[in-house]
């Protein structure tokens, strides 16, 4: 059985900095393109990054480029979303997916086959 576990949200404020994980299982991890995508109430999920199955290429909407990180550990089965500068509007449930099916990871949400259960992330200004 997959799962995929998100951790780290929580409450900042505006410029503060947040670290995201994501802890897979019962999946082989490597084989897996994984994505973070965020969602606010009332609109549709939305890309925030992406990583392939090797650590390269990686993605990013243009919203958090130049702010925020995504990386993997392998080992670790694990997947990071680093987030700097946080503003506003960066808040929302943030959900971690995984891919099977393409090596090189994808911007849209129906490319991936497994979600996390969600972690919030709320910036005060």
């Known amino acids: 059985q997959v799962q995929l576990v998100e951790s780290g949200g929580g409450l900042v404020q505006a410029g503060a900095s947040l670290r995201l994980s994501c802890a897979a299982s019962g999946l082989t991890f490597s084989t897996y393109a994984m994505g973070w995508f965020r969602q606010v109430p009332g609109k549709e999920r939305e890309f925030v990054a992406r990583?392939?199955?090797?650590?390269?290429?990686?993605g990013y909407a243009d919203s958090v480029k130049g702010r925020f990180i995504i990386s993997r550990d392998n080992n670790m089965n694990t997947v990071y979303l680093q987030m700097d500068s946080l503003k506003p509007e960066d808040t929302a449930v943030y959900y971690c997916a995984a891919d099977r099916n393409r090596a090189t990871s994808q911007n849209y949400a129906t490319a991936y086959d497994y979600w996390g259960q969600g972690t919030q992330v709320t910036v005060s200004s």
């Open positions: 990583i392939s199955r090797g650590g390269l290429p990686t």
